[in-house]
């Protein structure tokens, strides 16, 4: 493995898990990027989603005034600005928007996207070779009892650190599959608890996420009737992410927010092993092109998607390897190897990242709550490290500098991508108000 990354100035912060912000120099315009993927891929995904809308009707009811679409409202978020502007003493001109997958129905994150999208996928492709439905016939039969039958000689696997094992575990449960969840040590004991009170089979590690995901590939490989998600690596999971985009276009519309070069849009998304924000941006990009511009925030202690990148060895290389623990309390966010698939799409799209102490996780969490009465994970809160910090590091004056934003920037918008939480209980809740409390 080369060792030059070594001697860049941001890996030298990174191993002191100072906080940081980093530019991507790989970032060109967006007509260069040349992708093998594209918005075709994206329709194909919401086209499919929308075949499937009677089925997640029917088997999650709380689907039903939305016509079996799960999707998420933005809005703004007056008060949380004003507070971080004011009690933080930050400049943020323009105006902060919240993306509330916190509240994405049946998963309570944004892997209500990415995880059940891939569970239909593979449902569809099983039932039409089995011949129980084409594509033009109503999928709501998929839910009939003979159905269910069939899909109940398969078994699905996936590793998780939480999450994505609950939108996975759930959605596939509903469909009619044996389950097993590979979660990693840092997985909150809730989330286990509530997977198996859906009849998921949740099998506990010691170790970190990857270790997880690489023992529950090995055994679902064992067995052909059984299908592992990879997070790592799914270009289905990140589609299932990308098809967000469309429906924020509407929603921006609909909202008379006006996205150009006299109107740049700012998106800061919440990053573990990178499908989640990978696949939005990717989708925004493919929309708004070089008038959207995308940031990742991770925990000081596990920047991986930041390392891989910055480095260009991607999943060649660990936050472990500069010396960092990968351990944080952004559970959702604890990952200390990136997807190498993701990072090599994000090389000519994100704009750059930020990194954040856990204590601030839990601050901005507190602020939330009191100024527009919403309830965030930890790990979803990272978001605001973004808005917060866009005008105070040099690295970021400068990219808006280069970009030509300046003028622009009091006609900003702002979308922090609130990624998680509506499923956490009461009783966690109260445990996280009162964590990091000085
Ligand atoms: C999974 C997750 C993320 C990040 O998604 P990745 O695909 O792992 O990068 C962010 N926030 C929350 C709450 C999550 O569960």
């Known amino acids: 493995m080369g060792e030059a990354y070594k001697s860049l100035p941001v890996v030298r912060k990174l191993s002191a898990a100072e906080e940081t912000a980093w530019i991507n120099p790989g970032k060109v315009p967006h007509k260069e990027s040349n992708l093998k993927i594209g918005m075709a891929d994206i329709e194909d995904a919401e086209a499919r989603l929308g075949r499937f809308a009677p089925f997640i009707m029917k088997c999650f009811p709380e689907t039903e005034k939305e016509g079996g679409l799960i999707e998420s409202a933005l809005v703004p978020v007056p008060e949380m600005q004003k507070y971080l502007e004011e009690i933080c003493g930050v400049r943020m001109p323009g105006k902060l928007l919240l993306k509330q997958d916190?509240?994405?129905?049946?998963?309570?994150?944004?892997?209500?996207?990415?995880?059940?999208?891939?569970?239909?996928?593979?449902?569809?492709?099983?039932?039409?070779?089995?011949?129980?439905?084409?594509?033009?016939?109503?999928?709501a039969r998929?839910?009939?009892?003979?159905?269910?039958?069939?899909?109940?000689?398969?078994?699905?696997?996936?590793?998780?650190?939480?999450?994505?094992?609950?939108?996975?575990?759930?959605?596939?449960?509903a469909v009619g599959y044996r389950v097993v969840v590979h979660m990693s040590a840092d997985a909150r004991q809730w989330k286990k608890d509530m997977l198996r009170s859906h009849g998921v089979m949740v099998v506990e590690y010691e170790s970190d996420y990857s270790a997880a995901v690489k023992e529950g590939r090995r055994l679902s490989d064992e067995d052909p009737k059984s299908y592992f998600v990879d997070d790592e690596n799914s270009v289905n999971l990140f589609m299932g992410y990308a098809v967000a985009a469309k429906r924020l276009k509407k929603?921006?519309?609909?909202?008379?927010?006006?996205?150009?070069?006299?109107?740049?849009?700012?998106?800061?998304?919440?990053?573990?092993?990178?499908?989640?924000?990978?696949?939005?941006?990717?989708?925004?990009?493919?929309?708004?092109?070089?008038?959207?511009?995308?940031?990742?925030?991770?925990?000081?202690?596990?920047?991986?998607?930041?390392?891989?990148?910055?480095?260009?060895?991607?999943?060649?290389?660990?936050?472990?390897?500069?010396?960092?623990?990968?351990?944080?309390?952004?559970?959702?966010?604890?990952?200390?190897?990136?997807?190498?698939f993701v990072g090599k799409v994000m090389e000519p799209l994100l704009s750059g990242e930020f990194t954040l102490a856990d204590k601030k996780l839990y601050d901005y969490m507190r602020a939330l709550l009191d100024t527009e009465k919403i309830f965030l994970e930890p790990s979803a809160c990272a978001a605001f490290e973004g808005p917060v910090k866009l005008l105070a590091y040099d690295e970021t004056r400068e990219y808006i500098r280069k970009n030509g934003l300046e003028k622009a920037m009091e006609n900003a918008a702002h979308i922090a991508w609130a990624t998680g939480g509506s499923l956490v209980p009461e009783e966690i809740r109260k445990e996280y108000k009162n964590t990091y409390l000085d």
Not at 152 to 157: D, K, L, R, V
């Open 251 to 340: 929603q921006l519309d609909e909202q008379n927010i006006l996205v150009d070069g006299a109107h740049p849009l700012f998106v800061y998304i919440p990053c573990g092993v990178g499908g989640a924000p990978g696949g939005v941006t990717f989708g925004l990009k493919e929309i708004w092109g070089d008038d959207v511009h995308c940031f990742f925030v991770e925990p000081v202690q596990a920047p991986a998607m930041l390392l891989g990148m910055a480095s260009g060895l991607h999943n060649g290389i660990a936050v472990q390897d500069i010396g960092l623990t990968g351990v944080t309390n952004a559970d959702g966010l604890a990952v200390g190897r990136p997807s190498g």
């Open 142 to 173: 998929l839910a009939e009892p003979e159905c269910r039958a069939f899909f109940s000689q398969y078994t699905i696997q996936v590793g998780s650190t939480g999450n994505l094992g609950l939108s996975i575990g759930i959605a596939s449960a």
């Open 102 to 139: 916190s509240h994405l129905a049946i998963a309570g994150s944004v892997k209500a996207r990415g995880g059940i999208y891939e569970v239909l996928k593979h449902t569809e492709e099983l039932a039409v070779e089995a011949g129980l439905i084409n594509a033009e016939d109503d999928y």
